[in-house]
């Protein structure tokens, strides 16, 4: 049914997939990313007036689509993305609870439409509860979940990357449910709605933590745990010629290997929380006395849990990344490539993002559109 909709033919494991995405910014691209990265077939429903506004190369969470421009707050428009949702495996939106039931492609009318659809819906504070229509960002969500008092000094908290909610609690989090739900509409033959929001996606992250609360392991000061910035041995520390190194040495063995590569005596024991501060010190020293090139020489590739800390300009470049192809460059614009990596499928190289529109005709074409239909939808102000 899904056969051909999508202009850009996908290599990997989800090829027989169809991805229809309601444009968006974040999380839900992100999530639609990684499934044209796997090989689904995503086709990006782009708002009427995005249409001109220029390439996209720039912009790499919208690599690997098609891009249908179509203006949803016409009815024609609407009738538009319904016969679209017939061809579809999965339709992935980000819009505040209740806005597609109001544009009349929510759950009910896809569903009704395609009944083997899967209906992911990525929001914040999710589809109910007393925060649901309240707007919010990244750090609202990881502060609610108790995530963001974790992160770091003991005098305040910490402003991260939105990694945590917006894409990890997030997006990957909504991948992980349509793709169940699509494994389980294979057996069923019914679809259903994921509701996915990053204050549930955020917390389910922190479950170890958690662990190590009920464990007596944590405390909820601050810098004062082992992954926390609190353990001198699970920490970053400058070196003399003003870059930094990462030490993760948690285990005893790990420990003992880098104190005996730096070689140091007497130091205090790895576990003894009172003398910390003597530890960091210790370490601290030691590593500003020698450039970043020393260390790397040093501890890179041994036990002692060491990486040196890069720039986004540096990382691509090392040789361990370089060998991987961790990074690709797509159109003059240097990215992550697409993970994980399949023995026997295989991914395809990234392809760069579609201007808005751009494939319009064609896609409505391959789902059955006449060109007198086409045109019809053009001249009404449905498409562009």
């Known amino acids: 049914l899904t056969a ?19 444009g968006g910014i974040g999380p839900v691209p992100f999530c639609g990313m990684v499934f044209a990265d796997l090989g689904a077939r995503v086709i990006r429903i782009d708002r009427i007036d995005e249409v001109g506004s220029g390439p996209r190369r720039t912009e790499p969470l919208l690599r ?28 992935i939106e980000g819009f505040r609870p209740g806005t597609t039931e109001r544009l009349g492609i929510g759950p009910e009318e896809c569903l ?15 589809q ?7 707007a919010g960002h990244d750090i609202n969500f990881i502060a609610l979940t108790g995530i963001l008092g974790m992160i770091g000094p003991a005098e305040a908290p910490a402003v991260p990357l939105n990694l945590v909610g917006d894409f990890g609690g ?31 996606g955020a917390a389910l992250l922190s479950t170890m933590v958690h662990g190590f609360r009920a464990g007596g ?40 290997e880098l104190i005996d590569r730096l070689g140091l005596s007497g130091v205090p024991d790895q ?6 501060p003597e530890l960091r010190a210790r370490l601290a020293e030691t590593f500003a006395g020698r450039e970043l090139s020393h260390w790397v020489d040093v501890l890179e590739g041994t036990d002692a849990c060491f990486a040196p800390v890069l720039s986004a300009d540096d990382a691509p470049a090392h040789p361990h990344l370089s ?12 990215q992550p490539a697409p993970a994980p990596r399949f023995s026997r499928t295989g991914l395809g190289a990234p392809v760069s993002p579609a201007a808005a529109g751009r494939d319009t005709e064609a896609v409505l074409g391959a789902a059955g559109f006449s060109t007198s239909e086409v045109d019809r939808l053009r001249e009404d102000g449905a498409i562009a």
């Open 271 to 276: 576990y003894d929380r009172a003398r910390w």
């Open 64 to 91: 690997g689509r098609s891009s249908v421009a179509v203006d949803l707050k016409h009815p024609a428009g609407v009738e538009t993305v319904l016969r679209l949702v017939a061809h579809s495996d999965a339709l």
């Open 170 to 200: 997030g997006g990957m989090l909504l991948a992980v449910g349509v793709l169940a739900a699509l494994l389980e509409a294979e057996r069923s033959g019914s679809g259903q709605v994921i509701d996915a929001a990053m204050v549930d």
């Open 128 to 134: 109910e509860g007393p925060l649901a229509q309240a």
């Open 323 to 334: 060998q991987r192809g961790t990074f690709v460059e797509v159109d003059g614009v240097r």
């Open 4 to 22: 051909g909709l999508c202009l850009i033919p996908g290599v990997g494991p989800l090829q027989d997939v169809t991805i229809l995405e309601l």
């Open 217 to 256: 392991l944590w405390t909820d000061e601050r810098a004062a745990n082992v992954l926390d910035g609190g353990a001198p041995f699970y920490a970053a520390y400058r070196t003399a010629d003003g870059g930094f190194v990462s030490i993760g040495a948690i285990e005893p063995q790990f420990f003992r």
């Open 112 to 126: 009704a439409t395609n009944p083997r659809l899967v209906y992911g819906r990525m929001t914040g504070w999710g």
